[in-house]
């Protein structure tokens, strides 16, 4: 079962940082945070994943609050290219299934 | 393109039929996995191989339901007897293993079933 919550939508000007926030109250010390992005129609992509530490790559950042409870990602420039379903999900350091959730759907608006 | 590739892309059936999809998997990862996403839903874990083992399976995968890797390379996806609660995205991702804490999955595109 998905351990997280997420807005079920939000809109973000283009040009502009998208920040998506997820709650995780129950985390435990050995799961990670994973973000993934689905466009539509198309099967999920990696965007990043962390523990306790924030994490930049080269798509996004992502912020992990000192408890761990909550996380943010980070689009720092928001394209039209950026509109898709994005889900934040834990999972512990073993295991093997990830639990999706409905996600977030972004909207860039041009 | 993540490097997963999944055939076919799409396939409509009639109610009863039997349907296989298969999945191509990044030739160097030993991990393979297999979701189902319905229309509004995330993708729901089906069931996972190492290698040619199948070492998890959901209980959503019901004994119609039955998955291969016989080589530990590509895997096939076989449900028999369709019913029409089975249109679905059926994806595929595979893993490298290796370091657990950097064992993020790459996704094929997937193969849209719908059951008549």
């Known amino acids: 079962d998905a351990k997280t919550t997420q807005p079920p939508s939000m809109d973000c000007a283009e040009g502009r940082a998208a920040n998506l926030p997820c709650n995780h109250s129950?985390?435990?010390?050995?799961?990670?945070v994973y973000w993934y992005r689905q466009i539509h129609s198309q099967g999920p992509q990696y965007i990043i994943h962390?523990?306790?530490n924030n994490e930049t790559n080269e798509m996004a950042s992502l912020i992990i609050t000192e408890d761990r409870k909550s996380s943010t990602l980070i689009l720092p420039h928001a394209t039209l290219r950026d509109t898709a379903v994005y889900y934040c999900?834990?999972?512990?350091?073993?295991?093997?299934?990830?639990?999706f959730g409905t996600g977030t759907s972004l909207t860039v608006i041009p | 393109d993540t490097g997963v590739s999944q055939d076919p892309r799409h396939k409509i059936t009639k109610r009863g039929q039997n349907v296989t999809f298969r999945c191509d998997p990044i030739?160097?990862?030993?991990?393979l996995y297999w979701y189902r996403q319905t229309l509004g839903q995330g993708p729901e874990f089906l069931t996972y191989?190492?290698?040619?083992?199948?070492?998890?399976k959901s209980r959503l995968l019901s004994d119609r339901f039955s998955a291969e890797r016989p080589k530990g390379s590509f895997s096939t996806l076989e449900i028999q007897r369709t019913e029409q609660g089975d249109s679905a995205m059926y994806l595929c991702?595979?893993?490298?293993?290796?370091?657990?804490?950097?064992?993020?999955?790459?996704f094929g595109p997937g193969t849209r079933l719908t059951v008549l």
């Open positions: 991702a595979s893993s490298p293993g290796g370091r657990i804490s950097y064992n993020e999955q790459f």
């Open positions: 191989f190492q290698n040619e083992a199948q070492l998890e």
């Open positions: 030739s160097e990862h030993n991990r």
């Open positions: 129950t985390i435990s010390g050995n799961e990670y």
């Open positions: 999900i834990v999972r512990e350091v073993t295991g093997n299934q990830f639990y």
């Open positions: 962390g523990l306790k």
